[in-house]
């Protein structure tokens, strides 16, 4: 149930990466941010719901081999990290087809979001959708140079990935390192959350609006803006195997940073 919550999370999160391209194809970058808040709230609601759950893997492990069993099934936890942005992956063909056009819809029905839901949750529609359901095709990667792809930006993304794929969970396993300090430690992890939402926002975000918004005031190449997210969602899933790396060495530099705060 947890793998699942975190599923939904990372296939949400890796589709995110397309809304700008969408908001581009259509010129309504605006209305492309604003529906997809109401994913992105799914997406945080889910989080919510699996971290208490996440924490009760540690009360109910054994007392024997604590650290293994818990390090074992928050690998797990971390693969399905990883398959969900594979799923965001496979479906951001389908994703950018239905999406665009919701985006065109919600414009007609002058931003009422219930409306556009009546509208597009009807059967007609539903049945117009399955039509745009496709897999991605090598040929959406023809007009990509890799060259052209910025490696700084590439893998400054992959490294924020990881740290906001294994935060909440290398405090968690912290906890059982230090226990005299597993209160601080589990703090911790929002404060980890929170320096990668900031470095997302600082080095990576900025980036990709400015070239959105070159294609929309017809100043940039839309190929670019396709190549950039392609880049950026490929970044995402290399950051989520990056994070099996990196999640026990997390956890012990957060157990020995507790030691200064307390």
Known sequence: MIGFFILIIHSIETLAYSVRLLGARVKLLASA??????????????????????????????????????????????????????????LLPTFIAI???????????????????RKGLTIPYLKRAKKHVHLPKFVYLKDMNWRDIPIKLFCINMLITAIYTIGV??????????PERATTAVMASGLINGLATILLIVFIDPKISILADDV?????????????????????????????VIFIPGAK??????QFIV
Request: proline residues 2%; aromatic residues 8%.
């Open 33 to 90: 941010l604003s529906l997809f808040n109401v994913m992105v709230m799914v997406s945080r609601l889910a989080n919510m719901m699996q971290q208490p759950f996440t924490g009760s893997l540690i009360d109910n492990a054994p007392k024997e081999n604590a650290l293994e069993f818990v390090a074992g099934q928050y690998r797990i936890l971390i693969g399905s990290a990883t398959l969900g942005t594979i799923i965001g992956l496979l």
């Open 99 to 117: 999406f665009s056009r919701a985006i065109i819809h919600l414009a007609d029905e002058r931003g009422s979001i219930p409306a556009l839901l």
């Open 169 to 178: 969970l290398s405090a968690l396993y912290a906890a059982l390192l230090a």
């Open 216 to 244: 929309i005031n017809q100043k940039g190449s839309y190929i670019n803006l396709k190549n950039a997210s392609i880049m950026m969602v490929s970044s995402r899933l290399l950051g989520t195997l990056l994070a099996q």
């Open 253 to 258: 530099y957060i157990a020995w940073f507790t």
